[in-house]
């Protein structure tokens, strides 16, 4: 396995442990743990990330394809983008949601946001600059 996934089974224990609240550099973070399934092998694949809460739909949040700024999306994003559905863990409630990748303004506007509450959002953007957009998916409750 992995350095990678044992790391994230590492934040998804604690995550189920201590009621959604995980430390290390997601201390203080709100964090949601996604379920997708894989759009070429069918196999089930669950990763942590942080999210924003859409501040006027309580029924919407919003993840960020960074990859930490690597050149290249991460997997969960082309998977979630191409079955437009998911399953999500947000504190102790776990519900389906349906998946829509944000664009223009929209897009800008929430990444901005993240990345004033997180600068290392920021320099994600920057490390990605002239190689790809980071995508922005909202997440809303079905």
């Known amino acids: 396995m992995s350095e990678y996934n044992d790391w994230n089974k590492r934040v998804i224990?604690?995550?189920r442990a201590n009621?959604?609240?995980?430390?290390g550099q997601f201390e203080g973070a709100p964090v949601v743990i996604m379920h997708h399934t894989g759009r070429t092998s069918g196999a089930?694949?669950?990763?942590?990330v942080?999210?924003?809460?859409?501040?006027s739909d309580p029924a919407t949040i919003y993840v960020f394809a960074s990859k930490a700024g690597a050149p290249t999306d991460p997997d969960w994003y082309r998977n979630m983008t191409?079955?437009?559905?998911?399953?999500v863990e947000v504190g102790t409630e776990t519900y389906d949601?349906?998946?829509?990748?944000?664009?223009g303004e929209d897009r800008d506007?929430?990444?901005?946001?993240?990345?004033?509450?997180y600068p290392g959002f920021a320099e994600y953007e920057v490390q990605t600059r002239g190689i790809r957009t980071i995508p922005v998916l909202a997440l809303s409750r079905t």
């Open 109 to 117: 506007r929430a990444y901005a946001e993240q990345a004033t509450r």
């Open 97 to 103: 949601v349906a998946v829509r990748e944000l664009e």
């Open 50 to 55: 942080m999210y924003l809460a859409d501040e």
């Open 13 to 15: 224990a604690e995550f």
């Open 82 to 87: 191409a079955s437009g559905t998911a399953t």
């Open 19 to 23: 009621g959604g609240k995980v430390g």
């Open 44 to 48: 089930s694949y669950e990763n942590p």
